[in-house]
């Protein structure tokens, strides 16, 4: 079978990091970079890859199958609309748009124009091997019913990464808009959809204009409750990043998870994978043993998972595992987060947004 001839636009730190991706891939075949510096064109060059200031000339030169938008989150929305106008697959990065109404607006004119080209939206822990044993774990009902999950996302940005970019201490730079969006994906994908949230913000620590620490409640759609707090500014191990060990980056603490999923039969903490559950022949009951394993699994790149799935999409082999409608579905929460905080009462989910994913 041919390549797929894929290229990105944007060549910033995820950029390269999609370029790696598509280079390592069987059926992948990196054909162009869209970007207009000086440093993208160098890249290009060396990699033997066409070249593109502009998207519109990517799409006018009708050299691609497929298109990474790696590029600023105000662009996502409108390049999206563009590649779906041009019939061209597309992997768009989260968040879907800066904004939840131009969100809205690319979700109705894909219901309405889209046909089937697809898009897929760049939540890429949605592939990763952890999240797919937990949920395994779940949807079989290894647990039992849901009842609750407690998570968190607790990790400490120095202070040269608030000097190298003065707009992270503004409105819009907090871990709310920057951080949450890939929690929220998680928690909808062990979960279900989430109703409603209530949430309180503190800036009390670096005293920036935006929140430096939030804790949420959640109401699911299937009745379980659901706390998280979440800080950039906490001397602690528990975050994904630092628990997972995905990206090599980061510290790593095998030993220490950020999810603690909780049912009627047990509970599971991820990503340690430590399952606690009763037996088939023992009564749930606070005075009754658990039985404890520890839930195996092959670790993946999820980034490299998620470029074999978009070559799979573009072949028409499977549907985009994290849709248009789910990247709409975390921004919106985070929107709810966001007014929640802002007003000080619990805010429900529109549930016409909720209907759109049934």
């Known amino acids: 079978m041919k390549n797929v001839r894929i290229a990105v636009a944007g060549a910033g730190l995820i950029g390269r990091e999609h370029i790696r991706c598509i280079q390592a891939v069987e059926g992948a075949e990196l054909i162009a970079i869209v970007d207009p510096s000086s440093a993208a064109e160098h890249k290009a060059n060396e990699l033997g890859v066409a070249h593109f200031t502009e998207l519109k000339d990517l799409l006018s030169a009708g050299l691609a199958e497929g298109v990474v938008l790696a590029t600023p989150n105000n662009l996502h929305a409108e390049q999206t609309r563009q590649c779906i106008e041009a019939g061209l697959a597309s992997l768009v990065e989260k968040p ?31 592939y990763s091997a952890v999240m797919q044993a937990a949920s395994n774990q779940i949807s079989r009902g290894e647990l039992g019913r849901l009842v609750a999950i407690q998570g968190s996302a607790l990790f400490y940005k120095p202070a040269h990464y608030f000097r190298e970019g003065k707009w992270r201490t503004k409105k819009g730079g907090g871990p709310i808009l920057l951080n949450l969006i890939h929690e929220i994906g998680n928690l909808r994908q062990l979960c279900g959809e989430i109703r409603s949230v209530s949430a309180i913000t503190s800036n009390s620590i670096r005293n920036f204009e935006v929140e430096d620490t939030c804790a949420i409640a959640l109401e699911f759609e299937s009745g379980a409750l659901g706390t998280f707090i979440l800080s950039d500014t906490a001397a602690s191990p528990k975050s994904w990043e630092q628990t997972s060990g995905e990206n090599r980056s980061y510290a790593h603490y095998p030993l220490e998870s950020c999810y603690h999923i909780t049912g009627t039969q047990g509970s599971l903490s991820v990503p340690s994978m430590k399952r606690y559950r009763y037996s088939a022949n023992t009564d749930p009951s606070w005075w009754n043993q658990f039985e404890q394993s520890n839930i195996e699994f092959d670790e993946v ?8 799935s978009f070559v799979a999409v573009i072949n028409g082999e499977e549907a985009p595992r994290v849709s248009l409608v789910d990247g709409y579905m975390n921004l919106l929460v985070i929107e709810a987060v966001v007014k929640s905080a802002k007003t000080s009462r619990p805010v429900l989910i529109d549930p016409v947004a909720l209907a759109l994913n049934a």
């Open 96 to 126: 879907v748009s800066s904004d939840i109404e131009s969100a809205r607006d690319l979700v109705d004119f894909y219901r309405i124009e889209g046909g089937d080209v697809p898009v897929l939206v760049g939540h890429h822990r949605s």
């Open 301 to 308: 790149d999820p980034l490299i998972e998620q470029m074999k």
